[in-house]
């Protein structure tokens, strides 16, 4: 099965940056369409953001757009998100995801392989 490995979070001032990484373990990474998804404490888990195949489309939540970017490294197996001008309510646990498609989703049953979960903590 694949297995997605995230680098660890970690703890950042609001106005801050972080890039976070999760290394899958198949050659055939590219062929997966990646999504991060968080979740705070008490809420329900959230898109945030999601790559194509290729590298070629992104989608962001409205509420990282514009400060958050996805990025992939097919020849890493490695999907990357950074995130700029951090805010408090960004704070949750990040989830790296795959889908067995070219094409990505917003939803997270979409998605077949999940990584363990990061936690990002913005300090106000």
């Known amino acids: 099965q694949v297995q997605l490995v995230e680098s660890v979070g970690g703890l950042v001032q609001a106005g801050g940056s972080l890039r976070l990484s999760c290394a899958a373990s198949r050659r055939s990474f590219s062929s997966y369409a990646m999504a991060w998804f968080r979740q705070a404490p008490g809420k329900a888990r959230e898109f945030a953001a999601a790559i194509s195949w290729s590298g070629g489309s992104t989608y962001y939540a409205d509420s990282v757009k514009g400060r958050f970017t996805i990025s992939r490294d097919n020849a890493k197996n490695t999907v990357y998100l950074q995130m700029n001008s951090l805010k408090p309510e960004d704070t949750a646990v990040y989830y790296c995801?795959?889908?067995?498609?070219?094409?990505?989703?917003?939803?997270?049953?979409?998605?077949?392989?999940w990584g363990q979960g990061t936690q990002v903590t913005v300090s106000s």
């Open positions: 995801a795959a889908r067995r498609s070219v094409f990505t989703d917003y939803e997270a049953r979409k998605y077949d392989y």
